[in-house]
């Protein structure tokens, strides 16, 4: 069996490098000796067949009022698939515009694709930070955050986890969850500093496909160099 992984808008919403996020998906499937198929998908492709792993990242304000209307034309295709269980993450700007509305100037509120059941506010000040750690189910989610939102989830809607140091959402939480698609503020790339999270949306894809993802010792040794670099913002965190 073959794991198809989909990225969103690779050419405008990878300002983080969050196009690590595929390749992290890929290399460790591929580790586990299953076969990858990695798509790209930006303005005048053709969205494919359906995939078993979304990913999206983010992007400037100008580069989310431009991509609107292009996340409108898929918004249908987005919203079934996530029904279906496809896997989504989204980072940054990817999330705003999975959501239903960003509000990105005084004047200006555009539509989000209605994945994730948030709004988002988009004129805060810039939040900035380098240590950026999130506290849930997968422990210690440890990266960067970088964007100027507030984030409201709706009634009902669970997130990520809570922010031990950062903003996040903007209420001490992070993230949004809703099936097999998460939103986060995470970036680093998300996925190259937490290979636990990694791993949780690997069995959430390999499951649909009827493959085993079984790890090794060089999975092993990967995240060994991944410890080393979390080290370095844990070691920033707040005592």
Same mark, same amino acid.
Do not use: C
């Given at each position: 069996?073959?794991?198809?992984?989909?990225?969103?808008?690779?050419?405008?919403?990878?300002?983080?490098?969050?196009?690590?996020?595929?390749?992290?998906?890929?290399h460790?499937?591929?580790?586990?000796?299953?076969?990858?198929?990695?798509?790209?998908?930006?303005?005048?492709?053709?969205?494919?067949?359906?995939?078993?792993?979304?990913?999206?990242?983010?992007?400037?304000?100008?580069?989310?009022?431009?991509?609107a209307?292009?996340?409108?034309?898929?918004?249908?295709?987005?919203?079934?698939?996530?029904?279906?269980?496809?896997?989504?993450?989204?980072?940054?700007?990817?999330? &705003?515009?999975?959501?239903?509305?960003?509000?990105?100037?005084?004047?200006?509120?555009?539509?989000?694709?209605?994945?994730?059941?948030?709004?988002?506010?988009?004129?805060?000040?810039?939040?900035?930070?380098?240590?950026?750690?999130?506290?849930?189910?997968?422990?210690?989610?440890?990266g960067?955050?970088? &964007?100027?939102? #507030?984030t409201?989830?709706?009634?009902?809607?669970?997130?990520?986890g809570? #922010?031990?140091?950062?903003?996040?959402?903007?209420?001490?939480?992070?993230?949004?969850?809703?099936?097999?698609?998460?939103?986060?503020?995470? &970036?680093?790339?998300?996925?190259?500093?937490?290979?636990?999270?990694?791993?949780?949306?690997?069995?959430?894809?390999?499951?649909?496909?009827?493959?085993?993802?079984?790890?090794?010792?060089?999975?092993?040794?990967?995240?060994?160099?991944?410890?080393?670099?979390?080290?370095?913002?844990?070691?920033?965190?707040?005592?």
């Open positions: 069996m073959t794991v198809s992984i989909l990225e969103l808008f690779s050419n405008d919403l990878a300002l983080n490098g969050d196009t690590g996020n595929r390749r992290a998906l890929a460790r499937l591929e580790l586990a000796g299953i076969e990858v198929e990695q798509r790209t998908y930006n303005p005048g492709d053709t969205l494919g067949i359906l995939p078993d792993i979304v990913v999206v990242g983010t992007g400037s304000s100008s580069a989310q009022r431009a991509l209307p292009e996340f409108a034309q898929i918004a249908e295709q987005l919203r079934e698939w996530a029904k279906a269980g496809v896997v989504f993450l989204a980072a940054g700007a990817g999330f &705003h515009l999975l959501g239903k509305t960003i509000k990105l100037d005084a004047d200006t509120v555009i539509e989000g694709a209605g994945v994730f059941d948030v709004t988002v506010d988009a004129t805060a000040a810039r939040i900035v930070t380098e240590a950026f750690g999130i506290d849930g189910q997968f422990g210690l989610l440890i960067t955050e970088n &964007h100027s939102a #507030v409201t989830l709706a009634q009902g809607m669970a997130p990520i809570a #922010v031990r140091n950062g903003f996040g959402n903007g209420d001490g939480l992070e993230g949004a969850v809703v099936g097999n698609a998460y939103g986060t503020h995470l &970036h680093g790339p998300a996925l190259v500093l937490n290979p636990v999270f990694a791993d949780h949306l690997i069995s959430l894809a390999v499951a649909r496909t009827g493959d085993n993802y079984i790890k090794n010792d060089k999975h092993d040794e990967l995240d060994q160099t991944i410890d080393l670099a979390r080290e370095i913002l844990i070691g920033k965190l707040p005592r």
